[in-house]
């Protein structure tokens, strides 16, 4: 799948100047091994919310100083045949992408700890890598974001993440709370998606997002499994068919 490739090569540039490399070796990694289902969803909600005839706009003013994305350009078009541009989205889609990534690596820390076994200094060590590129995966999600309308929901994802955490040592059902995660970083792509189309996410985006979060549970398949039954479905459906207010669902969760 061309968009995630796109997203891949997007998230890559924007850990370009971690240092030491060791460090950015591991993120490169993390970034390899990732499904791009959230990054591949925020460029498919684009591509449905312009299907109405809304124009994607020019995003570049919202890339990092110096830095460009990929060279990739797609080929859908929107609905007065106007080629869609993904290549400055792909950059926002990264960011969701980012953050999404850093939160998973936190969970996976918190559930399985390297540092339990103090004997095991390799073990400590990775640890050690993995808590600082989860912090430096949020924090770059977040700068791609921070000057577009999704970056509200951003914070309240992971502060939601935070919260859920906190209470899953004590939860009968603490599948179910992890997987809180994924619903709100589907929602943070669709929102992310439209906003950058200048409208907000329809009650089908919305419910679309929701099935494939519950479908993927707290494991996202690769995107070309995870999202080619649903991308048809995507474009299919304009905003004519109801807008979701942003001051409400659209936002928050």
């Not at 830095?67 to 960011?95: K, M």
């Not at 929102?191 to 997002?209: E, F, M, N, Q, Y």
Request: net charge negative; with cysteine.
């Amino acid at each position: 799948m061309e968009k995630a490739d796109s997203c891949r090569r997007a998230a890559s540039e924007a850990i370009a100047d971690v240092e030491p490399p060791q460090l950015h070796d591991y993120i490169e990694a993390v970034l390899d091994e990732a499904s791009m289902v959230p990054g591949v969803l925020t460029l498919e909600s684009a591509t449905a919310a312009a299907s109405d005839g809304s124009d994607i706009p020019d995003l570049e003013s919202d890339l990092p100083a110096g830095r460009s994305v990929s060279d990739h350009e797609d080929g859908h078009t929107t609905a007065d045949d106007t080629p869609i541009n993904h290549e400055p989205l792909a950059t926002q889609a990264a960011g969701v992408q980012l953050i999404y990534e850093g939160l998973r690596l936190t969970r996976l820390l918190a559930h399985d700890e390297p540092w339990a076994n103090e004997s095991d200094a390799a073990e400590s060590n990775t640890g050690d890598l993995a808590i600082l590129a989860a912090d430096i995966l949020v924090a770059r999600g977040f700068h791609l974001l921070a000057r577009t309308d999704a970056a509200g929901k951003a914070v309240r994802t992971v502060q939601t993440f935070g919260r859920d955490q906190a209470r899953r040592e004590t939860a009968t059902d603490p599948a179910t709370i992890d997987a809180n995660l994924e619903h709100d970083i589907l929602e943070l792509a669709v929102l992310t998606g439209t906003a950058a189309v200048g409208t907000t996410p329809s009650p089908h985006l919305l419910a679309t997002a929701e099935t494939i979060a519950d479908d993927a549970g707290t494991v996202f398949p690769p995107a070309t499994e995870c999202l080619d039954g649903h991308e048809p479905s995507l474009s299919d459906h304009s905003l004519d068919e109801h807008t979701t207010d942003r001051a409400t669902s659209a936002t928050d969760h």
